[in-house]
């Protein structure tokens, strides 16, 4: 079912951890600390007994759960053994240099997002339940929670869940459900309580996307293609103990999820001169000398540089991650990667000259990536979602002048009101 190799050469993006070309720790060594050396040996075991040039996808996956390798900060049991997340840098840069399998690739959304939603969230049982076939992408995911009232403005949101029993029932539209068509699971969050404020009103689900009473309808995108849809729920009934927290902690919930998102979407940090800008020196190569002109090649390097600093930037992320301060990096890292990879893409097509203008069949496909391309053309028609996705440009725009720059806040006349009260559509 799944090609585990990245769905073309030069361009990935919603991958936090895999980047080509990065350097391979080695083997045990006697520097190393305890823990080190304890994933070492791990890694170790598990390549000898499952080289993954030989092993099954799925199988290697799961070996590699099972020996708490797969979010290796996740508790003993669950695909971690409680170590630092650091130590998932090394696990990841010797499983893939020796060809294992990205569960990123397989499962973007449950691996990036709902994944550690679930871990932080969920009960014993719900782990136990969803996390190896989550990783394994056995059971892919998706995430449940813009609607066509609520995008930015989430928390307003208007689905309702409706306690029956020991079951919710639950009624509403969702919208732009990336990769709904695929999935066994959905992170879902309906308002439970009206007459809370709206952030207190929400509780948060994992609910059975192929329930008879979900309706998944696909959404056409500008590159043809259909990788998001809509989400009907009629009368849909979900066990209690699917509840993910408590009734009222969707917001808390879905947070923890974001956050993830934006990590995953702007902080990946590819080596010097890869990424997203390498589709641009490609494109530079392959114009013709006698239309290579030093302005042209000014406007190249200038988007490099800005490639540069981003990537300068999320290093430094990171390693403010480690300290224990999470700081508003994923929102700068989101919000710059949106805008360079528009600027990047776009001059790339231009460079192409009348070729960029060349774009596939317009076919409708239904595809297995969030963020499939395989041309410079349909990754600049793609990249148009960047600043969207995730959080607009403009709403992160908003998260760094009040949380950083201490700019008086936007707006809110609906904060301390009841959500039944707000005046809406
Ligand atoms: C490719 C793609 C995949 C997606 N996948 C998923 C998914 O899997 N699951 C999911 O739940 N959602 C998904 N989304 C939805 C995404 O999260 C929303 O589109 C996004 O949050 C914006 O919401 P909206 O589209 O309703 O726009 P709106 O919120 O209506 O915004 C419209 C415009 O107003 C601006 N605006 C809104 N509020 C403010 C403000 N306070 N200050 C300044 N400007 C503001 C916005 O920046 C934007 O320009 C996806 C979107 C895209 C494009």
Not at 167 to 177: C, D, H, L, R, Y
Not at 197 to 210: E, S, W
Not at 221 to 236: H, I, R
Not at 386 to 411: A, F, K, Q, W
Request: one cysteine or more; aromatic letters at 8%.
């Amino acid at each position: 079912m799944f090609d585990d190799a990245p769905p073309h050469g030069w361009r990935v993006r919603h991958v936090a951890h895999y980047v080509p070309g990065m350097t391979v720790i080695d083997a045990p060594t006697s520097q190393m600390s305890a823990d080190e050396r304890r994933v070492a040996e791990l890694v170790d075991d598990l390549l000898t007994s499952f080289p993954p040039a030989t092993t099954d996808p799925t199988v290697f996956l799961g070996e590699q759960f099972d020996r708490g390798l797969a979010w290796v900060q996740f508790p003993e049991g669950h695909g971690g053994l409680g170590l630092t997340p650091k130590l998932q840098k090394q696990i990841n840069e010797r499983v893939y240099a020796a060809g294992a399998p990205n569960p990123m690739y397989r499962n973007p959304i449950g691996h990036g997002m709902t994944g550690p939603t679930v871990a932080v969230w969920g009960t014993e049982e719900q782990k136990s339940r969803y996390l190896r076939p989550l990783f394994t992408g056995e059971e892919i995911w998706c995430q449940l929670f813009s609607e066509p009232g609520s995008g930015s403005d989430f928390a307003g949101l208007s689905s309702t869940g409706v306690k029956d029993g020991d079951e919710w029932i639950v009624n509403g539209q969702k919208v732009w459900t990336t990769l709904a068509h695929l999935s066994r699971w959905g992170l879902l969050v309906v308002r439970t309580d009206p007459q809370a404020v709206k952030h207190a009103g929400l509780t948060a689900f994992v609910v059975d996307m192929q329930a008879p009473t979900v309706e998944i309808r696909p959404l056409r995108q500008m590159t043809g293609e259909a990788e998001f849809n809509e989400v009907f729920f009629s009368d849909t009934r979900i066990p209690a103990e699917e509840m993910l927290g408590g009734p009222g902690d969707g917001w808390r919930v879905s947070l923890t999820t974001l956050m993830n998102e934006r990590v995953s979407i702007g902080g990946t940090i590819p080596t010097k001169g890869s990424g997203t800008i390498s589709a641009l020196t490609a494109a530079w190569k392959s114009v013709p000398e006698d239309r290579k002109d030093p302005a042209l090649l000014d406007e190249v390097m200038k988007l490099w540089a800005r490639a540069e600093v981003l990537r300068l930037t999320n290093i430094r992320a990171n390693q403010n991650r480690k300290m224990g301060d999470p700081g508003p990096e994923g929102s700068i890292g989101k919000m710059a990667s949106a805008d360079l990879n528009k600027d990047v893409l776009d001059l790339a097509v231009t460079l192409l000259g009348p070729e960029g203008m060349l774009y596939g069949d317009y076919t409708m496909k239904r595809p297995r990536f969030s963020s499939d391309t395989d041309s410079v053309q349909k990754a600049f028609l793609r990249s148009r979602a960047n600043s969207i996705e995730g959080g607009t440009s403009e709403v992160m725009y908003n998260i760094l002048g009040e949380r950083v720059l201490g700019l008086p806040g936007d707006v809110r006349v609906d904060r301390d009101v009841p959500w039944s009260q707000v005046p809406r559509n």
